[in-house]
């Protein structure tokens, strides 16, 4: 099972970026599918979920209204778009899956290598 995501960047602050996790080696339309982050010197922590055999979606207090996670069972990708952009959204950016719903980070089974997100005031 691999996961590589992509898309990330240097933006300035209100700006949008799309980040892109592509899944290898099985079919993930059974699982949860998650974006996380991690800033220099911090946790990682959780920012949004989708369960693709619903759709249904859950987020980060911190990237409500700005950030839209989507996922394309027929190209076994999962996005996140990124709006409204700000400087401490900057972070290494991961995706992770696992089976059933979750937001811990030790509840995920399988994690991409992170893309960085620089965002500049």
């Known amino acids: 099972v691999q996961l590589q995501a992509s898309g990330g960047g240097l933006v300035q602050a209100g700006g949008s970026l799309r980040l892109s996790c592509a899944a290898s080696g099985r079919t993930f339309s059974r699982y949860n599918m998650g974006w996380f982050r991690q800033a220099p010197g911090k946790e990682r922590e959780f920012v949004a979920t989708?369960?693709?055999?619903?759709?249904?979606?859950y987020y980060a207090d911190s990237v409500k209204g700005r950030f839209t996670i989507s996922g394309d069972t027929a190209k076994n990708t999962v996005y996140l778009q990124m709006n409204s952009l700000k400087p401490e959204d900057t972070a290494v950016y991961y995706c992770a899956a696992r089976e059933g719903p979750g937001v811990s980070v030790t509840g995920y089974d399988y994690w991409g290598q992170g893309t960085q997100v620089t965002v500049s005031s």
């Open positions: 989708i369960n693709w055999s619903g759709h249904s979606t």
